[in-house]
C-alpha cells in the first residue's frame, strides 16, 4: 500500500487496508510491571503473539489487507521497539484524516518511544516531505479520534488529549479537508483513558456511546465562526445517525472497542461481541468476533489494534 493511496473518510466504509504491529518480545510479569505500562494484568509473549495471529488472519479472511509495521522498522529501531509492549496499540500514535496521515503525540510517558518509532515505521509508506510543507503532526492519541463522514471529525479532550492541542489539531483539521470539528470531554474522574472505551460508529447510521456521554454535551467547531453547544445525542440525531447507548456488562470493559469492516460488518472481540451483539442488531449490523483477550489485558481491544490506512466510500 503505497501513501497516494492512504484514504479514510469514515469509520464506515469497507476497510481495505490497516496498519497493525505485532506484539513486543517482553513477557509482562507481574501487576507491578503491568502498572508501569498501563495495562490490566499480566501476559506472556507468546499469548500475545497467539491472540495477534488470530487477529491478523481474521482481519484477512474478512477481505482486509494489514500491514505490520514491524516489517518497516530500519534494522536499528527494532531493538528498543522490541521492549515496547504498547506499541501494539498502534490505534493510537497517528491516523489517516481524510487522504492525510497526522501523527500524534504520547501522553503516557512509556509509550514516547514507541510512538516515534511507529512514525518512523509509517514514513517508509510516505514520500519525503518537502521543507516548505507544514507537518502534520498533532498532541492528540488517536484513541480519541473519529472520523465521522466527509466533513466531520469528533475528538475527546481529557485524560491523555489535552485540551490545550485542540486549537492545532482544529487548523489540521480544516487543512485536511474537514468542514466541523465536534468535542467532548469524558470526565477524567471516570479513568477512561480515550474515547474509543466509550464509544464508537456502529455504520452510517447508527453510533453506541456509554450511557454517562448523554451528560457531556459537545462543543462544536466549524472554520471562522464561534464554537456552539449541542446536545450529545442530539448532535448525532441532527445528523441522521440515532445513539444507542450501553452500559458495560460483566467481563467486557471493551463493547465499543470494535472495528467497522463492512458491509453492515463489525469486528469486536470475543468477550465483547456478546454484549453487542443484540445492540448491533438494532442498526442491522453483523458482528464477527475473534479471541484477543491475552491482548486486551493490555487494556484495549480491536479499535486499538488497528489503524485504518485506507476505508472505501460506500
Ligand atoms: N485506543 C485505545 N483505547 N488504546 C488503548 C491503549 C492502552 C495502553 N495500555 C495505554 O495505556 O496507552
Redesign the pocket.
Known sequence: MAFSEFECWSESGQLECVAVFRPAALDVTSAEEAAA???MRPVTRSEAEDAFGRLRDTLTRLGCQTIDLWELLPERERAVSDTTV?RV?V??TAAVLGRQLVTGTAA?PV?LAEFDVAHRALSQLQPELSSDEVPTSARI???DVFVLDAERLLVNVGL?SDARALQPFLELAWRSGFREAAVVRIPESLGI??L??AFNVLGPRAVVARAFLRHTPIQVFAQGVAPHWEPFDGYFAQRGCRVIPFEPKGESGFMS?FIYVGPNLILASESASVGLRPLAKEAGIEVASVDIEALER???SV??LTMPLRRRAV
Do not use: S
Open positions: 505500562v498501563g495495562f504498547n496499540f490505534r493510537d503516557f509509550r492519541e488517536f484513541g491523555r483513558i480515550h474509543d472505551l472497542n493490555g487494556n484495549g479499535r486499538c
